[in-house]
Antibody
Framework: EVQLVESGGGLVKPGGSLRLSCAAS????????MNWVRQAPGKGLEWVSS????????YYADSVKGRFTISRDNAKNSLYLQMNSLRAEDTAVYYC????????????????WGQGTLVTVSS | SSELTQDPAVSVALGQTVRITCQGD??????ASWYQQKPGQAPVLVIY???NRPSGIPDRFSGSSSGNTASLTITGAQAEDEADYYC????????????FGGGTKLTVL
């Protein structure tokens, strides 16, 4: 059974830092691209960042570029999000999600999601 | 703002058919995927690709696409289908890697 378990959320002051982790199990972690997706309270889903299976390709949303860093440790089956210079607007539940991408069939989707970890940025 | 556009809210009578739409230029190049999210829960994939359902998703859920519009259809809506629904695809504009629609709140009357 595929499982994604996020941790590391909490309350942090504006300008502070936080590191989120996502522990993966039930599949060959090193074979899949992984993502962080967030959801502000009462709002919709927002893609944050993606990292390819070998960390060769990394992408960020403009809203977090230069402040957040995605990384992974395939030996530990873990995904990370280092969040610096946090702002009130970064307050959200952060989900770890596995993706599938097939350019041949023009198909992209997130097939497994964690339960999320809440990050609150407030003084 | 989302580069995929969804109606904020849609309602359907119990047992009737409802279509939720998603519009965007990216959908001319990529299929949309669809997610169901109930309060306090993580999103769940319900449709992906041309019209594929993950294991465990009832066959009353189906997907279609035409031009820049993707649709999620629920045929014979049930009370448990009341939820938020989001579409998503790769971005074709080069500005983003992945885009989500703003979400549609489905109410089953």
């Amino acid at each position: 059974e595929v499982q994604l378990v996020e941790s590391g959320g909490g309350l942090v002051k504006p300008g502070g830092s936080l590191r989120l982790s996502c522990a993966a199990s039930g599949f060959t972690f090193s074979s899949y691209s992984m993502n962080w997706v967030r959801q502000a309270p009462g709002k919709g889903l927002e893609w944050v960042s993606s990292i390819s299976s070998s960390s060769s390709y990394i992408y960020y949303a403009d809203s977090v570029k230069g402040r957040f860093t995605i990384s992974r440790d395939n030996a530990k089956n873990s995904l990370y999000l280092q969040m610096n210079s946090l702002r009130a607007e970064d307050t959200a539940v952060y989900y770890c999600a596995r993706d599938f991408w097939s350019p041949h069939t023009a198909t992209y989707y997130f097939d497994y999601w964690g339960q999320g970890t809440l990050v609150t940025v407030s003084s | 703002s989302s580069e995929l556009t969804q109606d904020p809210a849609v309602s359907v009578a119990l047992g009737q058919t409802v279509r939720i739409t998603c519009q965007g230029d990216s959908l001319r190049s990529y299929y949309a995927s669809w997610y169901q999210q109930k309060p306090g829960q993580a999103p769940v994939l319900v449709i992906y690709g041309k019209n594929n359902r993950p294991s465990g998703i009832p066959d009353r859920f189906s997907g279609s696409s035409s031009g820049n519009t993707a649709s999620l259809t629920i045929t014979g809506a049930q009370a448990e289908d009341e939820a938020d629904y989001y579409c998503n695809s790769r971005d074709s504009s080069g500005n983003l890697y992945v885009v989500f629609g703003g979400g549609t709140k489905l109410t089953v009357l």
